[in-house]
Nanobody
Framework: QVQLVESGGDLVQPGETLRLSCKASGIDRNTFSSWRMGWHRQAPGKQRDLVAR???????TYQDSAKGRFTISRDNANKTASLQLTNLKPEDTGVYYC????????????WGQGTQVTVSS
């Protein structure tokens, strides 16, 4: 019943910008507001790594390579978590997955199907 659906992935050139969105369904807004939301990247031939996390408070944490370039945000009214990717580099290429961590927070409970981001000249 609960679903996370990502969108916004594309083929872009280095230096360009993308905005990824993760829309949650099957829950109400109040429930969504209590979840930790994350964005993860699985690069070709690599394991999946956390890129950014946003807390119910709105506080955000980032992978070192994302700091200063990526911004995670949430819109609880629309049950959406977004990731703004600026100054994209080829090493940012991969499948980006959205995740949700319900209380009591710990492991991610839900995952989206992923959206492909390809950065290439």
């Amino acid at each position: 019943q609960v679903q996370l659906v990502e969108s916004g992935g594309d083929l872009v050139q280095p230096g360009e910008t993308l905005r990824l969105s993760c829309k949650a369904s099957g829950i109400d807004r109040n429930t969504f507001s209590s979840w930790r939301m994350g964005w993860h990247r699985q690069a070709p031939g690599k394991q999946r790594d956390l890129v950014a996390r946003i807390e119910p408070t709105g506080d955000a944490t980032y992978q070192d390579s994302a700091k200063g370039r990526f911004t995670i945000s949430r819109d609880n009214a629309n049950k959406t978590a977004s990731l703004q990717l600026t100054n994209l580099k080829p090493e940012d290429t991969g499948v980006y997955y959205c995740s949700a961590d319900r209380p009591p927070w710990g492991l991610d409970d839900y995952w989206g199907q992923g959206t492909q981001v390809t950065v290439s000249s």
